[in-house]
């Protein structure tokens, strides 16, 4: 995944919140997945289209942490989203 070319939503999925943690059900492939912590914030930032590198600038003003720790995990998690078939590039 590039961090300069936008992500966007492939897949239109059911997200309810519950008590602070996102529950996604895909339900063509049948299964269900939990998004807790800073995964509910970059979830919450894709629902528009936006650059990984936009989503780490955001997340470096609000979070303490370091500039690698932060693009590790959220392209972590984007390759993940990625992989699942709910974004593209």
């Known amino acids: 995944m590039e961090k300069n ?4 939503l492939k897949k239109k999925i059911n997200v309810t919140d519950l008590s602070g943690e996102k529950v996604m059900v895909d339900f063509e492939q049948g299964k269900y997945f ?3 912590g800073v995964g509910n914030d ?3 930032m894709i629902q528009e ?3 990984p590198e936009q989503i780490i600038e955001r997340l470096l003003q609000e979070y ?3 500039p690698q ?3 590790n995990s959220v392209m972590d998690f984007l390759d993940k989203m990625e992989d699942l078939g709910f974004i593209e590039q």
């Open 42 to 44: 970059i979830w919450d």
């Open 69 to 71: 720790e932060c693009e």
């Open 64 to 66: 303490e942490v370091t």
């Open 5 to 8: 070319r936008e992500v966007k």
């Open 34 to 36: 939990l998004i807790k």
């Open 49 to 51: 289209p936006v650059t």
